[in-house]
């Protein structure tokens, strides 16, 4: 190949560093001058200019919230910066790729860009981009609820900021930690920090960064009340992202100013600016701001009255925040297999001695993205599962309250709500069995009277398809075994729930079958067939594995996470077991294994306490939802109780201090102070309630009964949605056991 002429080369090397210094003043200049660089080193086949062109481009089109374009530049910028052995362009292109996923949801996979790229700067002793990729990771833990995370990551980012003396990376940062320090009420510091970060944005001349640094303080004036200051920042803004061509942080800046509106009671005004903000967010797909925008539109028109129009924009809502869960499944899948091959590199590293100190930091970041996983599927639990609880508690309020044409939207409603939490409970069950932390948990169980309620569950919709739905049991009736129960129903559940899925026409029989007894044990052999579309040979070889999806995501009509037959497996495996399949094309399939069960005697009858029972007692709530603790007060007026609600754990521990309970419930999850640490210092032998029976309600399902933890401070733990018949329950058994 000729040698490039070096002019050249250096005239498109000068338009990248132009493109580069002018980004926060003319955005699209920069584009311009990254394309026409990108042209000539295309021309002159320089693959180190046709890269920095390529990323530099995913930068500018990552700004303007063009994904598809900033996810495809950069992606072709990392291949070519791989293959000339470019380590620095290696990272630069990460994090491009790691800031596009966060702001399109992926917030696990982003952060597993960015750390990858921060590794390489520092390795590389790069200070500037330390800070720029420090930032940006103290964001993607801000969105998935680590704030403690976050907090380190924009402290780092501040220092590496000072040391190559940028103050514009350091005001850029000083605009995300004044939102943290405002989420943590502590507006008066985040005020002077945002003012410090306008002073240095004034000073740098960077038009885009001031912007947010705007919408910031206008973030901490409506917090304080100072609605018209508040207005103006809002306004001046989005006058700033206009002229930069910043879609986003518009976005985000009429959600606000829509809510300061709606809090202010101008509902026509607040109903505009959202739509605004609304149309921009759904133009370029940003879901965080689209979901909020909805939201927003919900509130108001309820607030308003106008409940058909309230209905459809709580129904958009529930349907985004499912797209999102959606996104979240296969983001848990794609980086399942981005960790098993990182650990194959490794296997192979741990041959070479003179590599094996490199191996052992590899192998460290490999578990804290494990251990990532494990707190992202926690969060995302109590986030989704605290207002589905409210969700689905005043669904059934509202149910004998509308009629007509509201019913229908009701029901909609209902039918959205349990999708999700279907959606959910896949993800976060598939979570605690891959991460070995379920174990059996045994009750006396009569089977015939079980296996009939499971069948029940799905009546009504196999008849709703024209199918029909049978159990056969020759099993001796009655007969008692030694049962999970939850984890049977999800087995049989999971199978049903697909044979009814995938069968148009014919019928699903649950089937029992009775294959060897001993004195103490049964084995029973589990079968469910159906008439449905079979299942090719080649799609039978997947079927099991996690996130399998025998059509399409984009195609599918059957919806779902991929990830219930994948939970069946591992189930039937507890049980010491493996689930088995035979299935012809266009005739139908049977899954089926067996199951040794220990025989039970039969129970006896227990009397149902009366509601009578808890009449005058008192419990302090400790909850920081208050649509949820509205709800739960509601529950426990009818049953005679008395309650008094604390906002989070700081308060409860103050209440504590002066009232002596007979019980407390407390939320997990909550600003200020958590559960467990308001929990530790309740049961001190000097506070009044050292005693009193405190129940964990959390809408987190990692948390577990056996957790030592949780078993030395809590009388048991309830989880989100409540079941009140058992929260009734465990209050009496714990009351009755003091008497």
Known sequence: MPDTPPQNIEKANVLLTKAYAQRSLDLQESILLAKAALQISRDLDNKYVIARSLNQLGLYSMIISDYNDASKYAKEALSIFKSIGDQNGVADSKYTIGSIHYKTDNYHQGLIYLIEAMRIYKKRGDYRNQSKV????????????????????????????????????????????????LKKNKTRCALRMIEHSIALKKQSG??????????????????LGDNKNAEADFLAAIATYNKVVEITGACMAYNKLGKLHYKADDLKKAELTIIKGLNLSTSY??????????????????????????????????????????????????????????????????????????????????????????????????????????????ISILEDQVFGENKKLLNSLEFASNNLISIVNDVLDFSKLDSKKTALELDNTPFNTFCNNITNLHINLAHSK?????????????????????????????????????????????????????PKHDTILISIVDTGEGISKKDLAEIFNSFAQIKPVMTRKQGGTGLGLAIVKKLVKLHNSEIQVKSKLQEGSEFFFYIKLEKAAPIISKIKPE??????????????????????????????????????????????????????????????????????????KDNLNSTTPIFAITADVMTTKNNKTHSDLFADVLWKPIEFEKLYLALSNADQTRL
């Open 611 to 684: 509601l009578h029972l808890l009449k005058d007692k008192v419990i302090l709530l400790v909850e920081d939802t208050m649509m949820n603790a509205i709800l739960i007060t509601k529950v426990l007026s009818k049953w005679g109780v008395k309650t008094d609600h604390a906002i989070n754990g700081k308060v409860a521990v103050d209440y504590s201090k002066k009232t002596k309970y007979d019980f407390i419930l407390m939320d997990l999850h909550m600003p200020e102070m958590n559960g467990i640490d308001a929990t530790k210092l309740i049961v001190k």
């Open 466 to 518: 024209g199918l029909k739905l049978t159990l056969n049991n020759n099993i001796p009736i009655p007969q008692n075994y030694l049962v999970d129960q939850t984890k049977f129903t999800q087995i049989i559940s999971n199978l049903i729930g697909n044979a009814i899925k995938f069968t148009q026409k014919g019928s699903i029989s649950f089937n029992l079958t009775l294959e060897k007894q001993t």
């Open 134 to 181: 420090g930032k940006a990771i103290g964001t993607a833990y801000e969105y998935i609820g680590d704030q403690s995370n976050a907090f380190k990551s924009y402290k780092d980012a501040i220092k590496n900021a000072r040391k190559v003396g940028c103050i514009n990376l350091e005001s850029n940062v000083y605009n995300n930690l004044s939102g943290l320090l």
């Open 206 to 223: 960077d038009t885009r960064g001031y912007g947010f640094a705007l919408y910031g303080r206008g973030k901490i004036h409506f917090a």
């Open 285 to 394: 797909n940003i879901s965080i701001t689209k979901i909020k925008g909805y939201h927003q539109l919900y509130l108001i028109y309820k607030k308003g009255n106008q409940i058909i129009k309230a209905f459809k924009y709580l129904e958009l809502y529930l349907g985004e925040k499912e797209v999102m869960m959606n996104t979240q499944t296969q983001q848990v899948m794609e980086n399942y297999n981005l960790i098993n091959k990182t650990n194959e590199l490794e296997n192979d590293a741990l041959l070479q001695k003179e590599k094996q100190k490199s191996i052992d930091k590899k192998n460290q970041d490999d578990l804290k993205a494990v251990k990532l996983k494990q707190e992202f599927l926690s969060v995302m639990s109590h986030e989704i599962r605290t207002p589905l609880n409210a969700m689905t508690t005043i």
